[in-house]
Every structure is written in C-alpha cells, then in structure tokens.
C-alpha cells in the first residue's frame, strides 16, 4: 500500500483524484485548507484509508506539522489551485499575489518539504496545471495562465533536478463537468463545441492519468493533456 498525499483533496477533481486511489488500495491523505466538512464526509465514506489531513499551502509552518503525521510518502499530486476571472487592467497586483502565492509558490513551498520523504521511496510528483498554460488567452484569464505555464516549467525543471531518485509529471485538464455549468452556460457550450469528443472533461478521467503517471516507472517531465480533444479541435 502506497501513501499518497493530494492537496486540496476536496475539490472537484482532487475528490476524484483521492477516491481512485482509495479504490486501487492505497492510503490516501485528503489535504484541506478551509473545507474540512468535505473532507470528513469523504472519511466517512471511504473509511480508514482516506484520511483528512489540514494542509494550508500559503503557511510554510503548518506544512511541515501536517507532513509530520505522515507515514511515509510514495506519491504527492499538487492539485489545490485557485481560479478567477480578471481583464488585464481590471486586474489587482493583490489578486495576482493570490493566485500565484496559491497556485505557484504554495505548489513549491508544499513540493520542497516533501522531497525528502519522497526520496526516501523512490516517489513521484503529479502536478495538476491546465491546458491554459498551453492555450493561454481565454479572456480574462491571463493571471491563471501564467500561473500554470509557471507549474508547467517546474514540472519539467524538477524532473531534471530531482531524477533519477524522484519523477515528476504534469497533467493539463481541460474544462471539468461541475455542477455549476449547467447546459446554459456559454463557457460550456463553447467547449463542447470545439471539442473533438464534444464533452467537458470528467473529473474521474484526469484521475486516471494522475494514477498512471503516478505508477509508470518510465515517465518523467511530461505534461499529459486530458481535454476531450479541446486543444485539437
Ligand atoms: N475546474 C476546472 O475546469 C479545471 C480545469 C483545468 C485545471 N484545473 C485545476 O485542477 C485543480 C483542481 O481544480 P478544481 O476546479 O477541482 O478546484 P476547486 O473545486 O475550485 O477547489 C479549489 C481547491 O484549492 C484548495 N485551496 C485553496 N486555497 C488553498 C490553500 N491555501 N492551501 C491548500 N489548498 C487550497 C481548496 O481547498 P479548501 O476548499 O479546503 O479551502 C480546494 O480544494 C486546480 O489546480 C485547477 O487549477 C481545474
């Protein structure tokens, strides 16, 4: 049984991402910042291998005492990662500050202080970024953006770093189905549009890719699309 940390393990796909790994047999820490409601109903669900653990990324300190309650760890997913939508001069540098202490400098403070118990097992790291890092420009987004380009250079940079003792991959998701986008909603009906498989992404099939990266012993600093064909279309 392999010990597998993800960080907002709460969230829409990082619930998907923890009930993959509960389901292949592995113990799994559901890191939250805020939603700890969520994460004891997922306990309460999967049982004793998911097991909710307070991870605020913005507060080195309360990193390193989360991490002290781990037993071991093969696999981390970076998977916490804040959104909003901003036109470049409606932007506040405050706002920008938010999303990359989050998205940005929270994913290396976490990833930093867990290199030395993922050496020790020969782990990996998964980092969730998007495909706005490679499609940048959605309107409004241009803060988020360049947030995940920065996660996609450090996948790639670690993965030269820290090799051949620790791999580390990156997955792009496209638009995950989520109850807020009903069929209404514009950004939905666009993405269907122009995705070759006409559909958003489920959060369940970025999990699958998150496993696989996760187990293959042959990959490192690849950065896997999972968009339904959006990019292609
Ligand atoms: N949704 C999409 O369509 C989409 C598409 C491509 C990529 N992604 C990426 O996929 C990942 C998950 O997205 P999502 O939509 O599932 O997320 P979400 O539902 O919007 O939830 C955001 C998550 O980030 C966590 N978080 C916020 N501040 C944090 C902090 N200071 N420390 C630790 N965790 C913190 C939240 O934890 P608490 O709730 O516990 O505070 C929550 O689990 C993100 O990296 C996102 O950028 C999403």
Redesign the pocket.
């Given at each position: 049984m392999r010990s597998i940390l993800v960080?907002?393990?709460?969230?829409?796909?990082?619930r998907a991402i923890c009930e993959r790994f509960v389901k292949a047999g592995e113990r799994v820490y559901c890191?939250?910042?805020?939603?700890r409601e969520t994460a004891d109903e997922l306990a309460a669900s999967y049982g004793p291998s998911l097991i909710p653990l307070h991870?605020?990324?913005?507060d080195a300190g309360s990193i390193a005492s989360s991490l002290q309650e781990l037993e071991g760890l093969d696999v981390l997913v970076n998977?916490?990662?804040?959104?909003s939508v901003f036109t470049p001069t409606e932007l506040l540098e405050s706002e920008w500050q938010r999303i990359f202490d989050?998205?940005v400098t929270?994913l290396f403070r976490l990833t930093q202080k867990c290199i030395p118990l993922l050496r020790a097992r020969k782990g990996s790291i998964v980092n969730?970024a998007?495909?706005n890092a490679l499609h940048p420009g959605f309107g409004g987004t241009s803060h988020y953006d360049a947030s995940?380009g920065a996660v996609v250079a450090y996948t790639k940079s670690l993965a030269k770093e820290l090799g051949p003792s620790i791999r580390v991959n990156a997955v792009a998701?496209?638009?995950?189905k989520?109850p807020y986008l009903d069929n209404e909603n514009p950004l939905r009906q666009h993405y269907e549009e122009r995705s070759l498989l006409q559909s958003l992404v489920e959060p369940g099939e970025v999990a699958k890719v998150v496993q696989l990266l996760s187990d293959c012993s042959a990959m490192t600093g690849e950065l896997v699309g999972v968009d339904c064909g959006y990019l292609m279309g």
């Open positions: 960080s907002g393990g709460t969230s829409t796909l990082g890191g939250y910042a805020s939603n991870l605020d990324i913005q998977n916490s990662g804040v959104f989050i998205n929270g969730i998007s495909i995940k998701p496209g638009l995950l989520a």
